[in-house]
């Protein structure tokens, strides 16, 4: 099994951003300023999914000149890259996302054919009228509403033998979730999504200000602390540029 590890996009906030956002904690108690935003594809012999799908040129070229204080870059486009290890949109099995903020979304209206791996929580929010209200961008994934979907209440098995596990860990969104990867050499990792956005989430157990549901956020990082524990799975914080750096990158794979 193959876990290919992309570069799709680049945030960068300015110390009164991280403020104003309140990621549960001020400016002052941490140095980091850029995050990555990663785009991950699983290759197991029993097909491939591609799990969260970076920022879009949209969302990048929106945020340019905006004086929001915040910067987002997009060097290549996954298509782009994807072509490097002989896959296009229409390579997957599967698509599933921790969540549907745009910078995990970015690409998700150009994946064909794949089935959707969701749960009913984060479909029955991301496709209603309310979606906005929690940030979402329904423009950057509504070519997903009428494709293949497998609504899930709960963990799932992708592939049936336990090695690519979906595991719910709601409270960033309503339906947020993180992906469980047992590889032979590395071992098990654990895609965290946005349940941990900054190192120093993890360490004080601070919640962001715009999560939806800060008991559920507490309540999902406790059960995933305690799935790390029991399997001895490394954490992967999807944004932390240090830990990206130190992995295999695409075209390179970790197996």
């Known amino acids: 099994m193959k ?11 300015e110390d009164e951003v991280i403020d104003a956002l309140d990621f549960g904690f001020t400016s002052a108690e941490t140095d980091v300023r850029e995050l990555i935003v990663p785009c991950y594809v ?76 969701i749960q009913r929580a984060e479909y029955d929010f991301a496709f209603s009228d309310e979606a906005t209200s929690i940030g979402f961008d329904p423009t950057l994934y509504d070519g997903l509403r009428g494709g293949d979907r497998q609504i899930l209440d709960g963990e799932h098995d ?22 469980f990867v047992d590889l032979d050499e590395a071992g098990p990792v654990v895609l965290s999504g946005d349940l941990f956005v900054f190192q120093l989430n993890r ?17 999902s990082m406790a059960r995933i602390e305690q799935l ?23 075209p390179a794979y970790n197996e």
Do not use: K
């Open 158 to 179: 992708v592939f049936g033998d336990g090695r690519v596990r979906i595991i719910p860990a709601p409270g960033h969104t309503p339906g947020h979730q993180v992906l």
């Open 3 to 13: 876990l290919y590890v992309f570069d799709c996009g680049r945030i960068r906030y």
């Open 203 to 219: 360490r004080t157990r601070s919640v962001p200000a715009f999560n939806v549901d800060a008991e559920r956020t507490l309540a």
């Open 42 to 117: 699983v290759e197991h012999e029993s097909g491939r999914l591609l799990w969260d799908a970076g920022l879009a040129r949209s969302t990048v070229d929106a945020a340019m000149g905006a004086g929001t204080g915040i910067e987002m870059t997009l060097d290549r486009p996954l298509g782009e890259q994807l072509e490097d290890i002989g896959l296009d949109h229409a390579s997957f099995d599967y698509i599933a996302f921790s969540h549907m903020h745009p910078d995990h979304v970015g690409a998700a209206n150009e994946i064909e054919g794949a089935t959707l791996l």
């Open 228 to 250: 790390i524990e029991e399997t001895g799975a490394e954490l992967w914080i999807e944004h932390e540029l240090a830990r990206f750096e130190q992995v295999a990158q695409a």
